[in-house]
């Protein structure tokens, strides 16, 4: 009751000082996740996520003079595109929402982007879609996702072998869509980087033995080779062929390779190699766990990236003093990075204020928020290296 | 030194590995070239009842690795061998006595026998996976290396390293061992010729006396013991899992018939042509050449035949053309 009050209170003083007050006071977000379908054990925590972040924004009474947020849930069912279409867009015309967290899964993100999303001209911003399709699609400014697209990975692999002087590697990947996914964008970025490829060759998992495709991979030579593979799998069995064959005794491991079996199977006789995979110390993720408390399990996947993109919308609108998409798509990529006042979590009534000042914010939040090329996360990696046969950090990036 | 270069090189990605697989296969490819020879079938259980010895081996190697009992820079799987072969013995024998003495005393026709033995492939693989899973298993012990790259570019001042791994070592001077006390039996013994007797010519053989139940049961003794050493030297040499045992299959066939099936001397010869065109179709000849021919004249491309992928495809194509314009095999087997 007492809460009630302040809020009351806080939000009649806030609406007396908003200048020619003509804002709606309550403004309506979507979320549309797909609450029926193969994640639907995921989405209760991602859109709980995405709701604390309004509560703490309506709670504060700073947006746009004190405007409440009021979330509307639809369902994407993850699968179905025409159900997800229909879903988004009863949100737009009969709920009137000014902006979307969602969708989940990339197939259906792509539909309500391309069929209601851009007619519409809504924002979006998906916590969960990965693939790296979205990255060029056509969406006028109003698509943005807080997790990084597959293709990311690569681009950072590039770069850390990059910044140790290694330019010329040859490649192999596990004859998959994520080990030809990975070895392609890696190799798009290393040589768009001025690296060479000598060879990008498949190898296929559960052989005894790899001696002939080693020695393909010797043949077209290189600094390192680049294992894009799976440690339980062939991946190990080409690196133990490359080591007793002498044909390459430093490597570079991507996620899939990066375990405690690695250790295990080679220990000191990999020493140097390098390799990253997906991770973050910010502290950000333990703030965001420290504010839900017990509500909900805020370890789940894609629950802290939920409450960056319900923020990310509030914050854009905040900075363009608007609720309307099209002022407020512009402000997005300004919020979420560099330079201005860093946010956590739990921060956002700060960053409100902040931005009504008329200062700058750099929104990190739960996972280290940090929008590169099309408004997609840079993601944070951790990055590697093998000392005394240990799989040690360098640093996280 | 260029010239030293390339040699080496080839040596090590190609001549090497062909030669310690050609050695298995060939051994491989003797178990089946026996019973085919003697007991006229082909034998698609092969591969399993090396998986079934290879098992054993692990176990009882296992069980001396945790007594502590160890063969210095050998291998402990070497001392763990004989029980491999008692029990892959015993096991063949058993096979023998429930199931083909049965379709023996029938005088079921072969392409029975084939099936009968596809039949014990199933329950052969079941058995292995029941006992010891599905996965990957690592025995090897002792020194990995006779010659590792990095002492061998030491030694010699050369670029390019020269690796020869024990198991490789192993696998060939067992390989000359075994071959060379199966030919001794097989010629100067008395149970060695009444085998081949048998096997040139069932009828005059049965006339002359011979007791058809003591070849048989010669020959599976025999292949049991095969069928354990190439099965262990392959998992020494590569790694243990079942089912690369059961894709064994297809290349150990190819040699026994390109060999000539029913022919030991074949088989021999078909494992070397197998493992050898396997590897040298699939390499990258890139490295060698850039050592071998003038600067201006060096290739881009990797001078690659074919990618790894059609590994298996080449064993297959060798198959179909020794089939097509020599069905008998090279050393003029059996017509199959």
Known sequence: MKRLLMATAATALAAGAASAGSHSNEIKLGIILGFTGPIESLTPQMAAGAELAMKEVSDS???????????????????????????????????????????????????????????????????????????????????????????????????????????EVAVTYTNNDYGKGLADSFQAAFEERGGKVTINAAHEDGKADYSAEVGALAAAGGQRLVVAGYVDQGGSGIVRAALDSGAF??????????????????????????GQHPGTDSEGAAKFTEIVGGAFDASSPFT??????????????????????????????????????????????????????????DYVGATAVELIGPGESAGNYRQIVIEGGKVTTVKYR | MDLLNAIVALANFVIVPAIAYGSQLALGALGITLVYGILRFSNFAHG??????????????????????????????????????????????GTDRVVYRFYRRQKAAPVIFVMVSLGVMFIMNGLVRFVIGPDDQRFADGARFIVSAREFKAMTGLREGLAIKTSAGITVITAIIVVALLFWFLNHTRTGKSMRAFSDNEDLALLSGINPERVVLYTWMIVGALATIAGVLYGLDKSF????????????????????????????????????????????????L???????????????????????????????????????????????
């Open chain 1, 61 to 167: 009474g700073a947006l746009l003079g004190g405007a409440t947020v009021t979330p509307v849930r639809a369902d994407s069912t993850c699968i179905d595109a025409g159900a997800a279409t229909a879903a988004a867009e009863r949100l737009i015309t009969g709920d009137g929402v000014k902006g979307i967290v969602g969708a989940d899964c990339s197939g259906v993100t792509g539909a309500i982007l391309s069929n209601v999303a851009v007619p519409n001209g809504v924002v979006m911003i998906s916590p969960s879609a990965t693939s790296p399709a979205l990255s060029t699609a056509e969406d006028n400014g109003l698509f943005f996702r807080t997790a990084p697209s597959d293709a990311r990975q690569g681009v950072v692999m590039a770069e850390i072998l990059l910044e140790q002087g290694i330019d």
């Open chain 1, 249 to 274: 005794d430093s490597f570079h491991f991507p996620d899939g390779m990066i375990s405690a079996a690695l250790e295990e199977n080679f220990g000191t006789e990999i020493d140097g190699s390098t």
């Open chain 1, 304 to 361: 802290p990236e939920s409450y960056d993109a319900a923020a990310l919308i509030m914050l854009a609108m905040q900075a363009a003093g608007s609720s309307d998409p099209a002022a407020y798509k512009g402000k997005v990529m300004e919020v979420a990075n560099a330079p201005g006042e860093p946010i956590l979590p739990g921060e956002l009534a700060k960053a409100l204020k902040l931005l009504a000042e008329g200062k700058d914010i």
């Open chain 2, 48 to 93: 399993d009842t090396m998986a079934f010895g290879t098992m054993v081996t692990i176990l009882a190697t296992w069980w001396f690795q945790s007594l502590g009992i160890s063969l210095g820079v050998l291998p402990t799987a070497l001392l763990a061998l004989p029980f491999g072969i008692v029990a892959t013995v015993a096991l063949l024998l």
């Open chain 2, 241 to 288: 899992k079942p089912f690369t045992y059961f894709q064994l299959l297809l290349p150990m066939f190819a040699s026994a018939i390109v060999g000539g099936l029913g022919s030991p001397v074949g088989a021999i010869a078909g494992g070397f042509v197998i493992a050898f065109s396997e590897v040298t179709v699939t390499y990258a000849w890139k490295k060698v």
């Open chain 2, 290 to 336: 850039r050592y071998l021919l003038p600067e201006n004249l060096e290739p881009d491309g990797l001078v690659q035949l074919m990618s790894t992928d059609y590994k298996f495809a080449v064993s297959f194509a060798i198959l179909i053309i020794v089939l097509l314009f020599r069905p008998t095999g090279l050393f003029r087997g059996k017509a199959v």
